[in-house]
């Protein structure tokens, strides 16, 4: 536990300093779930057409 506080301590010293930083990745990392998301759900549809 105490190195989980440790590392969200860090990450929140980084983000402080570079919030515009932080904002970018954030924002990358929700793009590529919401890619991910519907590359699974294509994959799903055309597994059902293929039936």
Known sequence: MAEKKRKMEHYFYHCERNPA??????SENFESDKRER??????????KLDQ
Not at 21 to 26: A, D, I, P, S, T
Not at 38 to 47: G, M
């Open 38 to 47: 519907v590359r699974k759900e294509a994959d799903e549809l055309s597994n």
């Open 21 to 26: 930083g932080f904002w970018r990745l954030k």
